[in-house]
């Protein structure tokens, strides 16, 4: 009997399960130590960071156009991003009140469509306002790298 544990067979098989081992204590760790994946935001990102993120991608002219653009447009385009972002929080607020009044809900959903539809036909403007300071490839780019 003691032949059994002796030799390579018994070293393989001792690996294996320790192997098989190591590999069903992660799958059973793994749910406690890492976060689960992040939500999708519930807004856009400001615009400011939108711009930048799309003149990353372009030629110096065009990102120089575009940076210069969005500087003369920023004020307005935030405060329609902030009230975006305020209507969005009291849509959620009101969703989470302790007695749910769907009038009040009706009302709060309506305002964030309106900050939405203001915030996103300004931020269409700003992209119309710039598209005949870009070269083509400069706009192909945009396309590329996000929705406007």
């Known amino acids: 009997m003691r032949d059994i544990f002796r030799g390579r067979l018994s070293t393989g098989l001792l690996l294996g399960s320790f192997a098989l081992n190591i590999f069903l204590a992660g799958m059973v760790a793994a749910p406690h130590l890492f976060a689960p994946p ?13 711009v930048e993120r ?3 991608g372009l030629s110096e002219d065009g990102r120089h156009a575009m940076l210069v653009a969005f ?4 004020d307005p385009l935030d405060a329609l991003f902030a009230s975006l972002v305020e209507s969005q929080s009291d849509l959620m607020r009101e969703f989470a009140n302790e007695t749910f009044d769907a009038a009040a809900y009706g009302r709060a959903l ?6 939405a539809d203001h915030f996103f036909n300004a931020m269409s403007d700003f992209f119309r306002s710039i598209g005949t300071r870009l070269s083509v490839e400069d706009r192909r780019r945009i396309v590329e790298r996000g929705r406007i």
């Open 38 to 50: 992040p939500q999708p935001p519930l807004i856009p990102p400001p615009p400011r960071m939108v």
């Open 54 to 56: 799309l003149a990353d």
């Open 71 to 74: 500087d003369g447009a920023a």
């Open 110 to 115: 309506e305002t964030r469509k309106v900050a």
